[in-house]
């Protein structure tokens, strides 16, 4: 790791946290080409190696898969496939939680969730990160202060205290706080953090075990316990089982300080009676009461809000390093495309907006779950003397089903969400674009939508859904009802006031033919394409869309693949509305046209553009 004695004197955002959020953050920008300088307080020599967040459920892995960071983890992790509920040493059948495999089946190339504890998911995010800059993180290195000052480009100025007590100035046009539930930059900006301290105190657990209980290395277990609530366990990384339950009042006390190791394993053993349980190792173990609280803004002027820093809530329903992921995702490519100028300021209070109200659905959500896990009704319930508490959790699971896989995690209209008055498709704006199989030309083999779409943060992705193939002659082409759709749309991409021309930086095409045959796609669509081509021959994406094929339809995606705006084959204009309301076309076009400068007579190749040959202005 490079030395913290030598920080750069300005970048374009400082991120402080040395966690999941602030590394994938870190990662989606540098791969943007922003300066960024991420430094942690604490040698990481130092800090506890396990523990923490251990569970990724399935739209988190899309979204790692999207920025390129999947694979880094996926064979540490452990597979989970389905869950196993057990009261008194039986299977309980269809409870607890079998609502995550039923929210997830058909609906996702991730079908399963991934246990892998925390330090894995830093581990591999940090390697990426390495590789991208090696001098973008910095640890031990502390942010001491900061002071904002608006008269400067890099308006920003923190005091970071580097190892040894030297004290220096970083320069940044913006500064991310994912710096944890005790977040030194929530605290410095004065931004409020509202909410509850529960009177639910858990035990969470690392170990190498032995058990009789069946299905234990398999799946996720819910152990039902009157005295010890909905006992957690997990099997995750290297052999390890993750444990949880509640801990009595009386061992807790006033602080849990007097809680030990043998307690702990004697607890523990008794939550899972009848069943036997034995600690080869314990790793790690950690007793805590629950704190839910979110805070009043994201973002204050240039200083934006991320992870714990900006939410904290129990490991209930399992979303620690989720809504991590979700925020960090959801961040990088506002802040990327406003340091480059090709968006409008405004664009990054989307990012506040969006995730806020995401965390505060969470946090109403976790109250009930907390609760219910430790055993307790709550009386909105209305539940009688004698009511199961587990009978509610699993309807409060299965409920929010959708929400906690991540794959129902949607946003309302705002400026980067439009719903279109003049087409309703099953996809609806301000959701998660669906995966589908798409075959590129001539291959024998599919290729994911979300893979196609992927841009690790850099454009939008412009589906156009061009209608199905019909035989002609000894080949196949276009429907002439929406081909003739399609060659308007390619006129008007041609045209000189066409507002593609100034951003081709901003976005990608990707047509979509139903139907298969096709060997040229010229020759298909009956004009040059727009992007690349790609075939649905069994009409999932299609169907996934809700798109008529005698219409077609266009389908706007943003960088982190959520629906952004939609509109009929020949509604070009009511996108290039879309597109002008947040983009600042002056600066992409500059952009632009220094590109072209330095290109004579030859081939051209703008992603996302036919490749053409012509000569540049010079």
């Known amino acids: 790791m490079p030395s913290s004695s030598s920080l750069p004197d300005a970048v ?104 892998i504890r925390q330090k894995y998911v830093e581990d591999a995010v940090g390697g990426a990160v390495k590789e991208l800059d090696p001098n973008a993180f910095r640890a031990p290195v502390k942010l001491i202060d900061y002071r904002v000052d608006e008269s400067a480009e890099y308006r920003v100025v923190s005091t970071l205290e580097l190892k040894g007590g030297k004290r220096v100035q970083v320069r940044s046009k913006y500064l991310v706080g994912a710096d944890g539930g005790r977040s030194t930059i929530r605290v410095l900006s004065k931004i409020g953090f509202p909410g509850t301290l529960s009177p639910h105190k858990w035990v969470r657990l690392d170990a190498v075990i032995k058990t009789d209980m069946p299905l234990s290395r398999q799946r996720a277990v819910a152990i039902e316990n009157k005295e010890y609530g909905n006992v957690l366990w997990l099997p995750v990384d290297n052999g390890r089982t993750r444990i949880g339950f509640v801990i009595k009042d009386e061992l807790y006390g006033e602080d849990g300080k007097d809680v030990t190791a043998e307690i702990i394993m004697q607890e ?47 490991s209930g329903a399992a979303q620690g390093m989720n809504t991590g992921i979700h925020d960090a995702t959801n961040l990088a490519w506002k802040l990327a495309g406003v340091i480059k100028g090709w968006y409008k300021e405004d664009l990054l209070d989307t990012y506040a907006f969006e995730r806020r109200q995401s965390a505060q659905r969470l946090i109403e959500l976790d109250r009930d779950v907390a609760a219910l896990i430790s055993g307790k009704i709550p009386d909105h319930f209305n539940a009688p003397p004698d009511a199961d508490f587990n009978v509610y959790l699993d309807r409060v699971f299965r409920e929010s089903a959708g929400f906690t896989v991540g794959l129902g995690i949607s946003y309302p209209e705002n400026l980067l969400n439009k719903a279109s008055p003049n087409l309703r498709l099953k996809v609806a704006v301000g959701h998660r674009a669906p995966d589908a199989p798409l075959f590129r030309p001539g291959t024998a083999y599919p290729q994911r939508l979300q893979q ?33 759709k399609y060659r308007a749309l390619r006129k008007y991409m041609d045209s000189a006031p066409a ?13 979509v033919v139903r139907g298969r045959g096709s060997l040229h796609p010229a020759d298909t669509l009956g004009v040059s394409q727009l992007g690349r081509t790609v075939y649905d021959y069994d009409g999932e994406a299609y169907e996934k869309y809700g798109v008529d094929v005698q219409e077609g339809a266009i389908v706007v995606l943003r960088p982190d693949q959520i629906v952004g705006f939609v509109a009929p084959l020949d509604g070009w204009g009511s996108v290039a509305q879309y597109f002008d309301a947040f983009v600042n076309i002056a600066t992409v076009k500059q952009g632009a046209a220094e590109e072209e400068s330095k290109i004579s007579v030859g081939e051209m190749s703008v992603e996302g553009q036919e490749e053409s040959t012509q000569r540049a202005k010079l």
Request: glycine share 8%; proline share 3%.
């Open 499 to 511: 507002f593609t021309r100034n951003l081709a930086d901003v976005f990608q095409f990707l047509t």
């Open 268 to 314: 523990a053993k008794k939550a899972l009676l009848p069943n036997s349980l034995e600690f080869v190792q314990l790793d790690w173990w950690t007793v805590y009461a629950i704190g839910q609280r979110v805070a009043e803004t994201f973002k204050k002027g240039p200083v934006l809000l991320a992870g714990d820093a900006a939410h904290t809530h129990s």
């Open 452 to 484: 196609l779409a992927a841009t690790t943060g850099r454009r939008f992705t412009i589906l156009l859904f061009a209608g199905e193939v019909e035989p002609w002659g000894d080949a196949v082409r276009l429907k002439e009802r929406t081909a003739a």
């Open 12 to 115: 374009d955002v400082l991120i402080v946290g040395g966690g999941p959020t602030a590394l994938i953050t870190t990662s989606v920008l540098l791969r943007n080409n922003i300066r960024v300088l991420t430094v942690e307080q604490y040698d990481r020599a130092e800090q506890a190696m396990y523990g923490r967040a251990c569970v990724l459920y399935s739209r988190s892995l899309e979204l790692l898969d999207m920025n390129g960071l999947y694979d880094r983890m996926a064979d540490t992790g452990f597979i989970m496939k389905g869950a196993t509920t057990i009261k008194e040493g039986q299977v309980v059948p269809m409870r607890g939680w079998h609502f995550v495999q039923e929210a997830i089946d058909g609906n996702t190339c991730f079908d399963f969730c991934l246990a």
